[in-house]
């Protein structure tokens, strides 16, 4: 819950179309991220949730996972699901129904929201997490 006390709703992520504001990740500089995703981490509590995802820019592991898949180079898809006992799972892939290549388990989370997915383009100098409403 956050300091407004309103839950997150897939209905509140609805809300945003993509624009030109960006924010800079705190200690992964080449990773960006839109309104949108702002407001999920303020909403849901799950700033997180962008820090998980950016700790694996520059990683062996990903880099590994960029030079088994050209399609991850561009574009990738990251998302969060949260099990009934409040444990999650983070993946990213490079297209739905293809195997996961990074799978990142959190044992517990309060994330309000059953899943959620952000998206990944890479500009040539900046990975932007991004709601795929805002794509």
Known sequence: MNENNQPLTKADLQQFSGDLERYRHSFNR?????????????????????????????????????????????????????????????????????KPVITQHIPFTDFPLDSVDIWAGFDGTHWTLYLPCEH
């Open 30 to 98: 080449r990773v960006i991220y839109t309104p949108g995703v702002k407001f999920l981490a303020e909403r849901g509590g799950a700033y997180w949730l962008i820090d998980a995802i950016a700790s694996y820019y520059g990683s062996s592991l990903m880099n590994k996972a960029l030079a088994q898949d050209d399609r991850l180079q561009s574009l990738q898809f990251w998302c969060l699901t949260v099990g009934t006992d409040k444990s999650a799972v983070l993946t990213m892939r490079a297209d739905s129904g293809v």
